[in-house]
């Protein structure tokens, strides 16, 4: 297990639950879903670019604390309320996420805290 560590960031959304942040291994790091909201854990309000970008800064505060950065994303899973929110949030992500990296975009029911997106990703060290 010394291979496996926790990743916490000040600097981003706490956990919501018993979970870490990142789990850095020596080939990958794996960011756990991120919220809009801010490092207080308070939920960011405004349209659906402003919460995406909140996911991000979030995701990037989580990759930096694991020692990587936003341009070493390999995979991101993107969780929407609503496919409606797709062109809007879609063109925020596209302003972070220039290098392309694989990606997912699902519909769910509900998601945590009532938001309306969530995005984790995959990173190389």
């Known amino acids: ?3 496996i560590t926790p990743v916490f960031s000040k600097d981003a959304a706490p956990p919501a639950g018993p979970y870490s942040q990142a789990i850095k291994t020596p080939t990958a790091i794996y960011c756990s879903g991120q ?7 308070n939920l960011i ?3 659906i670019g402003e919460k995406t970008a ?3 800064n979030n995701l990037k505060a989580v990759l930096l604390a694991a020692g990587t950065s936003i341009q ?5 899973n993107i969780f929407l309320t609503d496919m409606s929110l797709f062109a809007d949030m879609n063109e925020e ?33």
């Not at 919220?35 to 854990?41: L, N, R, S, T, V």
């Not at 070493?72 to 991101?76: Q, T, W």
């Not at 972070?96 to 995959?122: M, N």
């Open 93 to 125: 992500y596209a302003k972070w996420f220039v290098h392309k990296p694989a990606r997912s975009c699902v519909a769910v029911k509900q998601l945590p805290k009532g938001v309306d997106v969530e995005i984790e990703c995959i990173a190389l060290p």
């Open 35 to 41: 919220i809009p909201c801010d490092a207080a854990g």
């Open 54 to 56: 909140a996911c991000i």
């Open 45 to 47: 309000e405004g349209s």
């Open 1 to 3: 297990m010394s291979e």
């Open 72 to 76: 070493k994303v390999v995979k991101v």
